[in-house]
Every structure is written in C-alpha cells, then in structure tokens.
C-alpha cells in the first residue's frame, strides 16, 4: 500500500511535499512527477495526438482509399469511437495516477494482460515511427543548398524517365520561338532534356521500342499484361505495327513520366529496391543511418528527465507546425491544377463506401491520429493533477487533430492536382500511394514557392517537431510501463532510458536498408492496425461492462466537477454501452474475414513476411488471454483456500483492487467540502459515497463499521481540517490516514 509522507513546512501546518517522497514495501522509492502547468499537458495531449500521422499517413490512406471515399468513415468514426475512447483512456489514466502497465492490473486484475499489449504496441509503432522522423531529419540537412536535390533530373541516380517540370517548360518555349520564327523543328523532351540535335533525333528514331515501349493490362482480363508502344504522350498502341505509324518523335509519355521528388525519395533517399526478400537488407544507407542514430540521440536527450523536460520542448514543438502548415496550404492551393486534386480529396467515389477496408482504415487512422489504444494518453493524462478538466481537453484536442488532417489534406492534394497536371495524368495515377506520398508531394510544393531552400527547411523541421511531440510520447509510454511495472529503476532512469533508446536504435537498422520501405509498410499495416482496436475494444468492455459505466461516469464527475456529465449520461451511454465497442467489433471481425496480403503497388508481399506481419499483430493480441490464464491459476496455486474454486477466483479478479481509488483518495482528502464524495470502509473495502449518505448508508444496514476518519470528530469543520494542525496533532493525523 502506497503512503504518502508529510514534510512539516511551518510550525503551524502540514502540507504535502511537492517533490514527495513515498514507501513502498518499506522501501524508499522516487515519485512519477507531475506536469508543471494544464497548458503542458494539453500541449504535450495534442502534439502527441497530432503528428507525422496527420501529413504522412492520413493523406496516404485517403489516397489509397478514393480521396473523397474515405472522409465520410473518417469522421463517422471520430464521433462513433474516437472521442468516446479518447475520453475514457484521459479518465482511467488521470483517476488512477497510474501507467499502462499498472493501471488495468488495479481496475481489473484478471486483464493486466491489456497493460502489455500496450506496451507491445507501442514499441513496434516506436521502431518505425523514427525513421520517419529519421528522413526529415536526411531530408533537413539535405535542404542546405542553393538547388535543392530533388528539383531538378540531373542527377546520378535519375533514369530516363524523370520528369522535369522546369526543364520541360523551358523545352516547350524554345519549341514555340522556333515555330514563331518559322524555323521547322522536331524538338522533343526526353532522357531528362530537351533534345533538337538531329544525331540524337536519328538514334531515337532507330530505337523507338526502347524510348515509347511499355505495357498494358486489357480490359477484359486485367490479370494479363501486353507489350506495347505509344503513338503519343498518350496513347499506348498494342498491336504489332504500331512502332511504323510513328512519323514525327514527341515528349516523354504521360504514364511513363516520374516526378524528379519522387526519384529522390526512392532512388536516393531510400535507395528502394524492388522487394522484401532478404537479401535487400545485407546493405545500410549512411545517410539514413546517421539520421537514425541522430533522431534516437534527440528523443534520449529530450525524453532524459521525464515530463520535466517534455513539457517544456512541446511549448514550441507543438505550436510551429501550425504556422509552417497554414504558409504552405496558402501556396499549395493556388498551384495550377490544385482544383483537379481538391476534387479528388473532396468528392467522394460512392462505391468504396461498400468495401469494409476503407472502413477499417479509417478507424485505424482515426486511433492512429488519436493515439488511442496504445497506452500514451494514459501516460500523459496520469501525470495530471486530479481535476484537471479533461472533457475540454478531450474536445479540443479531437476536434484539432481532426481538423488538422482535413486542412493538411487540402495541402497535400493541391500538390497532387498540381503534379496531375504537370505530369498529364489523372491525380490517382502520380504516386504509388505508399507511406512516402508526403515526401513526394511536399518537397516538390516547395519548390513552387519563393525562396526554395528556405521553406524546405521549414518545412522538414515542422515534419521534424510533428513527429518529435508523438515519438516522446511513445518512449514515455515504454519507459512509464517499465518504472511502474520496476518502480526501483527510477533512481537509474538515464540507463532506463539509454536502454529503450539504444534498442529501439538497433532495431531501427534494418528500415535503413533497400527493403527497408517494404518493411516499414508491412509494419504500418499490421502493427498499427489490428492491435489498436482489439486494445480498445477490451477498454470498453473492462471500463464499461466490468468496471461499470455508473462507476466510470462518478469518477468523470469526480474529476472534473461538471455537473453537464450526468446529464448526458444516458446519452453518452448508447455510445460506451453498444454503439462504440460493436462498431469496434464489427471491424475488426470483418477485416480478419475479408484478409487480403499486403500489396505496394504491383508488388505482392509473399507468404513468409504476412506471416511475420501476423506474428506482429498478435504478440499484442494473445498477451491479453495468455497472462489472464497464467494470472488465474497462479492465483490459484497461491491461495490459502484450495476449497475456492476457478470462477469465485474470476470473479474477485475482475473487481478493482484497493490501489485503483488511492489517487483519488489523496485528492479527496484535501479537498475536503469541496468534494461530493466521501470515502470510508465497508467491510475489508473502501467505499465511495455522495456527501450526505452516509447516514441514511448507515441506518440502512448495508455495509460495517466505517474508518478511522471518524475518529476525527470533525463533522461541523468537515474533510478540509484533517490538514489544519492548529486542531490536529500531526502524530494523529498520521496514525489515522487510511
């Protein structure tokens, strides 16, 4: 049991240490801390919240998924269960004062599994969501020149397929001066240049199979595909004379053009290769290696004392973001061709409202965005003081991150539209749609603005500060779990976090390799998929069906002193009791029914590494029931009472133990009037009832004797005196906390 020790400040008072020191098992332990102001926490709340999740994979997945098509589920499922489930994770983790991987083993024993799944989680979102952060920070340093890289198709590493826009302006302008002139020419676009000199026309000529060649899926059997060559930029002719009727050479075809920002990304960056077999990680890109280890040294640093030091870093990191997003949408939706995109993002194609995946994408994005079910809002919300006001907290951090994806996504498709444009395709034919859309799309809308250099700057460092907030949270959350679940660690924090940080570096490794992009993809699908909900599921239904709604509604009430939240009980009650966790359900048992394996692209991703992705997946899932079965019978090898049997046992496990309410104990205790609530014992538990009661409790004849408290004698003066030492020897006082 945890007590808490009073330092005499003044000979005429008691008041609580802030820098408290308390016993556990008789030994000496240092506190968890607390945020040092509500702005902290509702910073840290929303820069955790919102991150590279809202610029990097929200416009991915409505990419994936037919722009348009996927905000209806979106938001559908921000108001079905993000908020609810938001709101509940703040709940349990400011009520309790307690991480992950404590909190569920004190409000239900028999589900401290849940704690771990957590955790598991957590630490493989970590793993890949670093070396995100990782190419901003290559991307960052890389922006550091007059002529950003990935502007122009002059490169090494550019094929002849790399599409200037500004080469190819200046090609159609010396194309109109020579008509204008009326000097006849055949001046064309092609291999990354603008070609006029007729020993380089003729070689072109003898080799059009080779500059126009290409293939096609037919119409009637899209499995197969045909050679072909385009008789224009347009027009891919399959049938074999078709090189013969090309008469006058012209530009570089519209499908086979790739943006030069997108060659950077693939063959630069990342140096892609074109599979995840294993012999595409026998190499290390050192570029990405040291932005990796650089990223991981920063989160050390930052993450190295606690909250502390979090909370000040998110004063800035997240507040600038905003700025640097709200410059770059002004640009981006005055490109030519930005209606073209917008129309794509906005519009929705009526028949992918019919496919279940684009519903569990959207509710995966939604906990994604969130940060819901991987055990961060507990964390940072069981820093809080107790009646910190987290229904405003909830309201404008869901509301925010939301609108955030929306507006960054009229960002990002503005580009498309523009890029659509340039390219003379339709905007879902740009990119491939992978994780790396962001970092196709953004950097080439820099390049559009004045002064290149300086906005790419500014802008991989606001990917850089968004992806920070949410990387601390996540470290936090791992580093919670293991001082609370090893509360002796605390005073070795830094080798705590040396650990976690030098871990999740090494394991980092293998994104840094040509297979790391395929790998990276492989652990978004299931890794951040599957498990949050499961997670979330299992939340509501401890919270709501073995907690008790009741339960959690008063300690909603309790926390917060609103008065509203007892009014929308009922209301509040379709969403937490049925609407919530069956839509969860629904989901998650039609997305396992409709299982497809992965693909990018055109790539297929094999049978062993979807058995990997699953593996992944269900080391969070199968840590629920394996430690539930494992927690029962050593309970019951352990208990005094052989005679007791499996089902008494559940159901003892399922009730919260005395450790779940002492946070708010504490609080009550120096509330005093204040509270609505009284605290007392009946029988061998502690008891919450609303002032005024008691009494009538008590003439009832439920319950037994009361404790010690009453002893106090103080019903006119009430709780608030049991700190005033004008009328309570301190020797007392301590003899009689509970």
Same mark, same amino acid.
């Given at each position: 049991?945890?007590?808490?020790?009073?330092?005499?400040?003044?000979?005429?008072?008691? +008041?609580?240490?802030?820098?408290?020191?308390?016993?556990?098992?008789?030994?000496?332990?240092?506190?968890?801390?607390?945020?040092?102001?509500?702005?902290?926490?509702?910073?840290?709340?929303?820069?955790?919240?919102?991150?590279?999740?809202?610029?990097?994979?929200?416009?991915?997945?409505?990419?994936?998924?037919?722009?348009?098509?996927?905000?209806?589920?979106?938001?559908?499922?921000?108001?079905?269960?993000?908020?609810?489930?938001?709101?509940?994770?703040?709940?349990?983790?400011?009520?309790?004062?307690?991480?992950?991987?404590?909190?569920?083993?004190?409000?239900?024993?028999?589900?401290?599994?849940?704690?771990?799944?957590?955790?598991?989680?957590?630490?493989?979102?970590?793993?890949?969501?670093?070396?995100?952060?990782?190419?901003?920070?290559?991307?960052?340093?890389?922006?550091?020149?007059?002529?950003?890289?990935?502007?122009?198709?002059?490169?090494?590493?550019?094929?002849?397929?790399?599409?200037?826009?500004?080469?190819?302006?200046?090609?159609?302008?010396?194309?109109?001066?020579?008509?204008?002139?009326?000097?006849?020419?055949?001046?064309?676009?092609?291999?990354?240049?603008?070609?006029?000199?007729?020993?380089?026309?003729?070689?072109?000529?003898?080799?059009?199979?080779?500059?126009?060649?290409?293939?096609?899926?037919?119409?009637?059997?899209?499995?197969?595909?045909?050679?072909?060559?385009?008789?224009?930029?347009?027009?891919?002719?399959?049938?074999?004379?078709?090189?013969?009727?090309?008469?006058?050479?012209?530009?570089?075809?519209? +499908?086979?053009?790739?943006?030069?920002?997108?060659?950077?990304?693939?063959?630069?960056?990342?140096?892609?290769?074109?599979?995840?077999?294993?012999?595409?990680?026998?190499?290390?890109?050192?570029?990405?290696?040291?932005?990796? $280890?650089?990223?991981?040294?920063?989160?050390?640093?930052?993450?190295?004392?606690?909250?502390?030091?979090?909370?000040?870093?998110?004063?800035?990191?997240?507040?600038?973001?905003?700025?640097?997003?709200?410059?770059?949408?002004?640009?981006?939706?005055?490109?030519?061709?930005?209606?073209?995109?917008?129309?794509?993002? *906005?519009?929705?194609?009526?028949?992918?409202?019919?496919?279940?995946?684009?519903?569990?994408?959207?509710?995966?994005?939604?906990?994604?965005?969130?940060?819901?079910?991987?055990?961060?809002?507990?964390?940072?919300?069981?820093?809080?003081?107790?009646?910190?006001?987290?229904?405003?907290?909830?309201?404008?951090?869901?509301?925010?991150?939301?609108?955030?994806?929306?507006?960054?996504?009229?960002?990002?498709?503005?580009?498309?539209?523009?890029?659509?444009?340039?390219?003379?395709?339709?905007?879902?034919?740009?990119?491939?749609?992978?994780?790396?859309?962001?970092?196709?799309?953004?950097?080439?809308?820099?390049?559009? *603005?004045?002064?290149?250099?300086?906005?790419?700057?500014?802008?991989? $460092?606001?990917?850089?500060?968004?992806?920070?907030?949410?990387?601390?949270?996540?470290?936090?959350?791992?580093?919670?779990?293991?001082?609370?679940?090893?509360?002796?660690?605390?005073?070795?924090?830094?080798?705590?976090?040396?650990?976690?940080?030098?871990?999740?570096?090494?394991?980092? $490794?293998?994104?840094?390799?040509?297979?790391?992009?395929? *790998?990276?993809?492989?652990?978004?699908?299931?890794?951040?998929?599957?498990?949050?909900?499961?997670?979330?599921?299992?939340?509501?239904?401890?919270?709501?069906?073995?907690?008790?709604?009741?339960?959690?509604?008063?300690? $909603?009430?309790?926390?917060?002193?609103?008065?509203?939240?007892?009014?929308?009980?009922?209301?509040?009650?379709?969403?937490?009791?049925?609407?919530?966790?069956?839509?969860?359900?629904?989901?998650?048992?039609?997305?396992?029914?409709?299982?497809?394996?992965?693909?990018?692209?055109?790539?297929?991703?094999?049978?062993?590494?979807?058995?990997?992705?699953?593996?992944?997946?269900?080391?969070?899932?199968?840590?629920?029931?394996?430690?539930?079965?494992?927690?029962?019978?050593?309970?019951?090898?352990?208990?005094?009472?052989?005679?007791?049997?499996?089902?008494?046992?559940?159901?003892?496990?399922?009730?919260?133990?005395?450790?779940?309410?002492?946070?708010?104990?504490?609080?009550?205790?120096?509330?005093?009037?204040?509270?609505?609530?009284?605290?007392?014992?009946?029988?061998?538990?502690?008891?919450?009832?609303?002032?005024?009661?008691?009494?009538?409790?008590?003439?009832?004849?439920?319950?037994?004797?009361?404790?010690?408290?009453?002893?106090?004698?103080?019903?006119?003066?009430?709780?608030?005196?049991?700190?005033?030492?004008?009328?309570?020897?301190?020797?007392?006082? *301590?003899?009689?906390?509970?």
């Amino acid at each position: 049991m945890t007590i808490i020790k009073y330092e005499k400040k003044k000979q005429e008072s008691v +008041k609580i240490s802030e820098t408290e020191v308390v016993k556990t098992e008789d030994e000496k332990v240092e506190s968890r801390g607390t945020w040092s102001g509500k702005m902290e926490f509702l910073l840290s709340c929303l820069g955790y919240a919102v991150g590279l999740g809202n610029v990097w994979r929200f416009p991915y997945l409505c990419f994936k998924n037919g722009g348009g098509s996927f905000l209806i589920p979106y938001f559908i499922m921000l108001a079905v269960i993000g908020i609810p489930a938001f709101l509940m994770e703040l709940q349990i983790g400011q009520y309790s004062a307690m991480g992950p991987v404590t909190v569920y083993s004190n409000i239900s024993p028999l589900f401290k599994g849940l704690g771990f799944a957590n955790i598991f989680a957590q630490c493989f979102i970590g793993v890949y969501y670093n070396i995100i952060i990782a190419w901003t920070i290559y991307y960052l340093f890389a922006s550091f020149t007059s002529d950003l890289p990935w502007q122009h198709c002059n490169n090494n590493y550019n094929d002849r397929n790399c599409f200037s826009f500004s080469e190819y302006k200046k090609c159609e302008a010396l194309r109109l001066n020579r008509t204008l002139a009326g000097i006849e020419n055949n001046i064309v676009y092609l291999d990354r240049s603008c070609i006029e000199e007729p020993v380089v026309l003729k070689s072109i000529r003898a080799k059009k199979q080779f500059w126009y060649g290409s293939e096609m899926v037919l119409k009637d059997n899209p499995q197969l595909k045909v050679k072909c060559i385009y008789t224009n930029t347009t027009f891919c002719d399959p049938s074999e004379n078709a090189a013969s009727s090309i008469t006058r050479l012209f530009d570089i075809p519209v +499908k086979l053009r790739k943006s030069s920002s997108g060659q950077y990304l693939s063959k630069s960056v990342l140096q892609e290769a074109d599979s995840i077999e294993p012999h595409n990680f026998t190499s290390i890109s050192g570029g990405l290696f040291l932005s990796l $280890l650089a990223a991981w040294v920063i989160v050390f640093l930052c993450c190295l004392k606690g909250i502390k030091s979090t909370g000040k870093v998110v004063y800035f990191t997240a507040i600038f973001p905003y700025v640097v997003l709200v410059i770059l949408l002004v640009r981006a939706v005055t490109l030519d061709g930005a209606s073209q995109g917008i129309h794509f993002y *906005l519009v929705p194609e009526w028949s992918k409202l019919s496919d279940i995946r684009v519903w569990e994408a959207a509710a995966v994005q939604i906990f994604f965005s969130l940060s819901i079910g991987g055990g961060g809002l507990i964390t940072l919300s069981s820093y809080n003081q107790f009646h910190n006001n987290i229904l405003r907290d909830t309201v404008i951090v869901c509301i925010g991150n939301c609108m955030t994806s929306f507006v960054a996504g009229f960002a990002i498709f503005s580009v498309l539209g523009f890029m659509a444009a340039e390219l003379g395709v339709e905007v879902q034919d740009v990119a491939k749609g992978g994780t790396g859309l962001a970092f196709e799309a953004y950097p080439d809308l820099v390049t559009r *603005l004045p002064l290149p250099t300086l906005w790419a700057i500014l802008f991989f $460092l606001m990917l850089f500060t968004l992806g920070l907030d949410t990387q601390f949270a996540i470290v936090e959350t791992v580093l919670t779990g293991i001082l609370d679940y090893c509360p002796m660690l605390r005073p070795r924090k830094t080798m705590v976090v040396a650990s976690v940080c030098l871990m999740g570096f090494i394991f980092g $490794l293998p994104f840094c390799c040509p297979g790391g992009s395929f *790998l990276l993809d492989l652990l978004d699908y299931y890794a951040a998929s599957w498990p949050f909900l499961f997670i979330a599921l299992m939340e509501f239904i401890i919270v709501v069906y073995i907690y008790g709604y009741s339960n959690y509604i008063d300690d $909603l009430f309790e926390m917060t002193r609103i008065r509203m939240v007892y009014k929308m009980k009922k209301f509040l009650s379709m969403f937490y009791s049925f609407l919530s966790p069956t839509v969860i359900f629904v989901i998650l048992v039609a997305s396992w029914y409709s299982y497809q394996p992965l693909v990018k692209g055109d790539y297929i991703y094999p049978a062993w590494a979807n058995a990997i992705g699953w593996g992944i997946a269900l080391t969070s899932i199968l840590s629920v029931p394996v430690l539930c079965i494992v927690v029962v019978i050593q309970t019951h090898l352990n208990n005094p009472r052989p005679s007791v049997g499996f089902v008494e046992i559940i159901r003892e496990m399922t009730r919260h133990t005395e450790e779940w309410r002492q946070n708010a104990i504490n609080a009550n205790a120096v509330d005093g009037d204040l509270s609505e609530f009284e605290y007392r014992m009946e029988g061998d538990r502690r008891v919450r009832r609303p002032r005024g009661l008691w009494e009538e409790h008590r003439q009832s004849g439920r319950g037994g004797d009361f404790c010690s408290l009453d002893t106090f004698n103080f019903a006119k003066e009430g709780f608030a005196n049991v700190f005033n030492m004008d009328k309570v020897p301190e020797q007392q006082l *301590l003899n009689n906390m509970f």
